[in-house]
């Protein structure tokens, strides 16, 4: 095999390497036929007409070949010069040898021009174009000069003008067909590379589409192992997926899809419901795409993040709420307070009964209630940008607590900290205004201040995801659970005459805003738990 150092056209293109190596043994055979000239003119074998005519010059002309096979054999295994320079010298100059060598046994009747049909189709393989009908026409005109040339120097020359002319006919025919066959096959050969280079472009960029896809990708086969899937699938399923090696089964990353594959296979018709794979994780719909049937069949699952999809609705539908609220806000703030502050003139009238102040008490109480409500409707449609910085959280937290005890009129004790001795990423305006609504629900709900603390903010770092979090935990009765998937709802309130319905709603969208999470997190009762899960510390670039 030919050996190609870095300045080699074999460090091109497939179809060069293949071209330099044709080269090479059509020089292998050229040098085997010149070997064996060479040994039977040295050792003067009696084999007939071969240097019949002329022994030293078949001797010198084998030997000029073994050399020239000798020459070419390294030179092309170093690729210089280059490619069409070696190949027409080296097809040049076997057609002048193997003419001398039938010159010196005899010339056309001695049947050695014969191996230039052998030339000319070699050159036919290895050079492009119509390069065979070029040499087939040399090695035409070079024996008719030779066989005019043995004619005029030698008496009683053998051989006819229709042995030359049937040589001629080959050489052309030889160099017409290989010229037509290289050529055919040259172009179906670049075809079918740019077919495979297209091929292989496409695969790399479904990979690539694959792997970016927020949608996890699962391939799975009959027996439920998993043969492909993407970086999303990973997010959905945490830890479980991400120290696996394919194949693994479905059975082994989440007991609750595999029996949600097998449901679909025998229910086919029966829509999936929402799962959720990992804990504290989204709730996840999964769909189940037959793609082949070859070996029981190749089954595609798409793994859909259901709070993204809720996330988009929710936006969609606050866009037209917030328009049409904000409109009526604004319309109704201005009648609002000219009723507060009638109410309050009413209240400060001496005349006025009792039973008339806690009419115009109930009055302002629903007018607090109502302005309440607007300027939390009219921060809906507010946009939040956040500025999330470095929070070291248990500084940060005591001074949240210096500030909110002193506007709910409570002892410092009320709220205690475990664990909080953290950096979290979050804007600091908007982390005050999430815990400050969470505080408030948790004091709302739990029993009267009686020595032990009513709300606990406690720290811990989730290994899976490797992010902070935060907890407010109560001492209140907690959520019931059928409400658990409501909480979060715009306007959904358990407190029918304080609460906006907001408050949690607007929490879970600022935490949202610094590429956080809110979520409850269901406990035994008594008592509730909120957690604010905080972005990886590698976001923020700032540090209070």
């Not at 989730?462 to 009765?477: K, M, T």
């Amino acid at each position: 095999m030919v050996q190609t150092q870095k300045n080699t056209p074999s460090a091109l293109q497939t179809d060069a390497k293949a071209l330099w190596q044709a080269l090479y043994y059509f020089n292998l055979y050229r040098l085997v036929l010149a070997t064996g000239f060479s040994a039977l003119a040295l050792g003067r074998a009696e084999i007939v007409n071969l240097g019949e005519r002329s022994p030293g010059l078949f001797l010198s002309a084998s030997i000029a070949m073994l050399i020239v096979s000798v020459v070419n054999t390294y030179t092309i295994t170093q690729g210089t010069p280059a490619f069409r320079i070696q190949a027409y010298i080296q097809f040049c100059l076997d057609i002048v040898l193997v003419t001398l060598l039938a010159h010196a046994s005899g010339g056309i009747s001695s049947g050695l021009s014969l191996l230039l049909i052998v030339s000319v189709a070699a050159s036919g393989v290895v050079l492009p174009g119509r390069m065979a009908i070029f040499f087939a026409a040399v090695a035409t005109l070079i024996s008719l000069a030779d066989h005019g040339v043995s004619l005029t120097l030698y008496a009683g020359t053998s051989g006819s003008f229709t042995q030359l002319g049937f040589l001629g006919i080959g050489l052309f025919s030889t160099g017409i067909l290989l010229s037509f066959v290289s050529d055919r096959i040259r172009r179906t050969q670049a075809l079918a590379d740019r077919r495979a280079a297209e091929v292989v472009d496409l695969a790399k960029l479904n990979e690539l589409i694959i792997a970016r896809l927020q949608t996890g990708i699962l391939v799975t086969d009959k027996t439920g192992h998993v043969r492909l899937s993407n970086l999303a699938i990973k997010d959905l399923l945490g830890a479980r997926i991400q120290s696996m090696t394919q194949p693994f089964t479905l059975e082994t990353i989440s007991p609750e899809l595999a029996e949600a594959f097998e449901t679909s296979k025998s229910a086919p018709h029966v829509e999936p419901q929402p799962l959720r794979l990992r804990e504290h994780g989204p709730n996840v719909l999964p769909r189940f795409v037959r793609v082949a049937e070859r070996e029981g069949g190749i089954t595609a699952i798409f793994l859909e993040d259901m709070s993204q999809t809720e996330r988009q609705a929710q936006q969609l539908k606050l866009a037209a709420l917030g328009r049409l609220t904000a409109a009526i806000a604004h319309e109704i703030r201005n009648p609002l307070s000219a009723i507060s502050h009638a109410s309050q003139l009413i209240n400060e009238s001496p005349q006025l009964k009792e039973q008339d102040r806690q009419l115009t008490r109930i009055i302002n109480d629903n007018t607090n209630r109502l302005d309440r409500i607007i300027k939390a409707i009219l921060q809906l449609g507010r946009p939040r940008s956040s500025n999330p910085v470095l929070l070291h959280l248990e500084k940060w937290l005591q001074e949240f607590r210096t500030g909110f005890v002193q506007t709910q009129n409570l002892p410092p004790e009320s709220i205690a900290f475990q664990n909080v001795d953290l950096k979290a990423c979050m804007d600091p305006d908007q982390l005050h205004q999430v815990l400050v609504n969470l505080c408030q629900n948790a004091i709302r709900y739990s029993p009267p201040y009686t020595g032990q603390p009513i709300v606990v903010l406690e720290g811990g770092w989730n290994d899976e995801l490797s992010v902070p979090y935060l907890d407010v935990v109560d001492r209140g009765s907690g959520v019931p659970a059928e409400l658990e998937d409501k909480i979060f709802e715009p306007f959904f309130t358990a407190a029918k005459r304080r609460g906006t319905g907001l408050g949690l709603y607007l929490s879970r969208a600022l935490c949202e805003n610094n590429y956080g999470r809110l979520e409850y997190i269901p406990m035994e009762p008594p008592g509730s738990r909120f957690r604010i899960q905080f972005a990886p510390n590698e976001m923020c670039n700032q540090a209070t």
